[in-house]
């Protein structure tokens, strides 16, 4: 029987998605995007182009695979209609929007793939699809597998990087039974990288997100900025430096500290894939970094970060950084603030975690701590265990 498969979303990771995946024969690849007029200019874009897949390679040359998805629609009933997997590839402000639009139409027993879920992705999964989640099963990567960025809407990306390895859980709700093996097909769609290792539980998961990576950065970069426009848009990862590398590194030990907690509380649980995010490029770039000598130079020298920018907006006199961009819309309330809330469950103080949110939800607008407390007014848009009402660590092992 044909694969069929659903990508939710119109950007960099979804048409990378769309692409890896249509190269297969047996799989359908249909494509849901619910933002502005995506939808229809992505289909009328493919009634006369191919969506390519550019790959440089290291020698110089490249690789294009070129496919036709069977569908581009915003209509969420005709997107999941007879699909097994739907993989979510969109920032994680508008996963609620993509979850709550195929909710009534989804069927049992289909496989909800968040690429990547992001922090707090299984407690607004379930939180909205509500008791057909117990039907439903919600797998979770812990970053999206490669590094891209669409160069030409519709028609054409770059596949700058491949993550060596990638962690997921899996989720099954207990009326659930997924017709096919899930870590062996999602491997075969994406190919030999990155290579899925299937870790224990979803709460790993959350702690390794990788939105801890761009918070720390941003923080380190700009807390001291005096606000005058700047003639260039820095380079976000080859320009770390020791301040940012040391913000990064003590933010990845809370989340260790939070793990090794958990895992003292519960013995049941493995929590030994949350690893430091320096060990992490070790493993998962490990053919991409040239110098791993320190945390800080295995970012400067991660070639899937080539040339990355921090995001900027022009004015006059040049550039002034965006804080509404997703390195802190997204992974405040998806990323560190869904971290802090379980570490918080879990009784671990997060000093460097609560210093980069104070300053972020500021640059946001919005207000998730009060005084080292997930008790703000604005915590119900973010995804911490507690925006849900959980309220005690066990709560999230009964999911
Ligand atoms: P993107 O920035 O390309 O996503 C843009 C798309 O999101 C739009 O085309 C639209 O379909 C949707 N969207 C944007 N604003 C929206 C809104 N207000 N309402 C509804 N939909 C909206 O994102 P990208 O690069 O595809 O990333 C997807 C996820 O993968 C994110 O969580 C990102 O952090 C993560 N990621 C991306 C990497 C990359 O190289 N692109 C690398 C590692 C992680």
Request: proline share 6%; charged share 20%.
């Amino acid at each position: 029987r044909r694969l069929k498969i659903l990508v939710c979303g119109g950007g960099n990771g979804a048409h990378c998605m769309a692409g890896v995946a249509g190269s297969h024969a047996e799989i359908d690849v249909k494509i849901l995007s619910l933002f502005e007029d995506e939808a229809e200019r992505w289909s009328n874009i493919l009634k006369s182009n191919f969506l390519t897949v550019y790959e440089p390679l290291v020698n110089g040359g490249h690789m294009e695979i070129s496919t036709k998805p069977k569908l581009v629609t915003n209509d969420p009933e005709k997107a999941v209609e007879g699909v097994d997997i739907v993989f979510m590839v969109v920032p994680a402000f508008a996963h609620s929007q993509y979850i709550t639009a195929i909710a009534p139409f989804i069927k049992p027993n289909t496989l909800i793939v968040g690429m990547p879920g992001q922090a707090g992705f299984e407690f607004q999964c379930i939180n909205i699809l509500g008791q057909k989640s117990s039907q439903l099963a919600i797998a979770s990567f812990e970053s999206l597998p490669w590094a891209c960025r669409v160069d030409d809407f519709g028609k054409h990306v770059q596949l700058i990087g491949f993550k060596d390895v990638l962690g997921m859980s899996v989720v099954t709700g207990k009326d659930c039974k997924i017709p096919f093996p899930i870590v062996d097909t999602i491997q075969d769609i994406f190919g030999k990288k990155p290579a899925i290792n299937l870790v224990q539980n979803y709460i790993a998961i959350n702690l390794m997100a990788k939105s801890i990576i761009h918070p720390p950065l941003m923080y380190g970069h700009w807390s001291n900025w005096d606000g005058k426009p700047v003639r260039k848009k820095p380079l976000f990862y080859q320009g770390v430096d020791p301040k940012q590398a040391n913000l990064l590194s003590k933010v990845s030990d809370e989340c260790i500290l939070t793990a090794k907690k958990i895992e003292k509380l519960r013995n049941d649980l493995k929590m030994k894939d949350v690893i430091h995010i320096f060990d992490w490029y070790k493993t998962y770039y490990h053919d991409e970094i040239t110098d791993d000598s320190s945390l800080m130079m295995a970012m400067k020298t991660n070639a899937a970060y080539d040339g990355l920018l921090h995001p900027m907006k022009n004015v006059e006199g040049g550039f002034v950084p965006d804080f509404n961009y997703r390195y802190t819309r997204e992974d405040i309330p998806y990323g560190l603030v869904v971290m802090k809330g379980i570490a918080e469950l879990a009784g671990v103080p997060t000093p460097t975690m609560d210093e980069i949110i104070t300053w972020a939800q500021n640059k946001l607008g919005k207000e998730y701590l009060v005084n080292g407390r997930l008790t703000g007014k604005d915590l119900k848009e973010a995804r911490a265990p507690q925006s849900f009402g959980f309220k005690t660590l066990d709560e999230l092992f009964n999911i």
